[in-house]
């Protein structure tokens, strides 16, 4: 997950997730008949980690990982600005929400 993310983002270090779009915006995808957003990629070892520290279960770390990767590839993005970062939260809550109703 390192290497994914030096070669690909320039950051040294690992992460959690990391987001792959097929698309420069989700505007071009729109135009298709199917779609495929591109790819996600979870780090495990950190969702384990993650999962004990955040008192979740594993497979709960995992589903906020997969929505946050998700959002990542619809276009959102909690880096560049504090807008960014809140509307994605706020995102993330809802998806998950309405992820746990189906439950």
Do not use: C, W
């Amino acid at each position: 997950m390192r290497d994914l993310n030096r070669v690909h983002r320039g950051i040294d270090k690992t992460t959690d997730v990391l987001s792959f779009p097929m698309y420069g915006s989700i505007r071009e995808a729109a135009a298709e008949r199917e779609i495929l957003l591109g790819d996600i990629v979870i780090n495990l070892h950190a969702a384990k980690r993650q999962a004990s520290e955040y008192a979740t279960s594993f497979s709960d770390e995992i589903r906020r990982l997969l929505i946050h990767g998700f959002l990542h590839l619809l276009g959102h993005d909690h880096e560049k600005t504090r807008y960014g970062g809140t509307k994605m939260r706020k995102e993330e809550r809802r998806l998950r929400d309405a992820l746990e109703a189906l439950d």
